[in-house]
């Protein structure tokens, strides 16, 4: 019988959780992973589960008995949220709490870290939301922790930034990779287009981040919420800079805002770092092999 610590990855088939699969199983833990669809990934068990399904995650949970969860899955389009605010709602909200009651029930020890994001808004002033997505979000985080209060559960919170690398991914810095590869090609028009060039995000790698999952898992203190990101805001003009470096296109930018400016918020990576996380992998490196990750699957 292997004496590896069981961990339960979910939403394994995404973005960040094929980087977690492979990280942790590199990492010396015996990984299942989960997805509602199938995918292929021979160095870890797989398991098919419709996580907003509560019957099926108690059953889910009953088989792996993880001695550590993952929980990653979840609906992360702030688009698709305004559409469908109710699924979100239960990809988000719901399918959390049917995990971690599922995991009361069968083995309350589970050392469990939930994957919350830098949209949350704070309960406490209604005015600050912005969409059915930043809800379902805050609603998760505040779910985790209760049942961490409630029923003395570990439960530990990561609020990554936007996380940029290698994979596929819907996110800008993917999306500009995409397009600037199609250029390259000359399967597209040498345009790139951007809503506002001066507005800013915090981006860190994913591998960077599942990193510090890893470090949260085993060192992380119940019922707190760590903030995961670079330290550092860039404007996406300065992306484009960055992806304009790396490739022998000239493409000119189109924007579609007049705004100058646009808020965004610092985040503090105070107490994961007292933790022993630092980002080690360098923006231009995370550019560089997003590019060449299209180049390689177009």
Not at 187 to 198: D, G, H, I
Not at 201 to 226: C, H, M, P, W
Not at 275 to 284: V, Y
Request: aromatic fraction near 8%.
């Amino acid at each position: 019988m292997s004496q590896m610590p069981k961990l339960l990855i979910t939403g394994a088939s995404g973005f960040t959780g094929q980087h977690a699969c492979n990280h942790f199983v590199n990492a010396g833990f015996a990984v299942t992973a989960v997805s509602r669809k199938s995918f292929g990934n021979g160095q870890v068990e797989t398991e098919l589960c419709d996580l907003t399904n509560k019957e099926n995650v108690g059953k889910l949970i009953k088989k792996v008995k993880p001695d550590y969860l993952l929980h990653l899955a979840g609906q992360n389009h702030v688009g698709k949220s305004w559409i469908d605010p109710v699924s979100s709602l239960e990809a988000n909200s719901m399918s959390t709490l049917y995990l971690i009651e599922a995991l009361r029930q069968e083995n309350s020890a589970c050392k469990v870290v939930i994957v919350g994001s830098a949209l949350q808004f704070d309960p406490q002033n209604i005015s600050t939301l912005t969409h059915p997505y930043s809800l379902s979000k805050t609603l998760q985080v505040l779910i985790a922790q209760s049942w961490g209060v409630l029923y003395n559960m570990n439960v530990v919170i990561a609020k990554p930034s936007n996380l940029i690398g290698p994979g596929i991914s819907n996110g800008v810095c993917s999306i500009f990779a995409k397009k600037i590869v199609d250029m390259e090609e000359n399967k597209a028009e040498k345009v790139l287009e951007v809503s506002n060039l001066q507005a800013k995000r915090d981006f860190v790698d994913v591998r960077d981040a599942v990193n510090a999952y890893e470090i949260l898992l085993t060192q992380g203190k119940s019922g707190e919420i760590y903030d995961i990101a670079s330290g550092q805001s860039r404007s996406l003009a300065d992306i484009i800079i960055q992806f304009k470096s790396f490739t022998n296109v000239e493409f000119k930018t189109k924007t579609s805002s007049n705004s100058t400016t646009e808020d965004h918020t610092e985040i503090n990576v105070y107490d994961i770092k007292k933790l022993g996380w630092q980002p080690i992998i360098s923006f231009d490196t995370s550019i560089l092999d997003i590019l060449n990750f299209y180049r390689k699957n177009k």
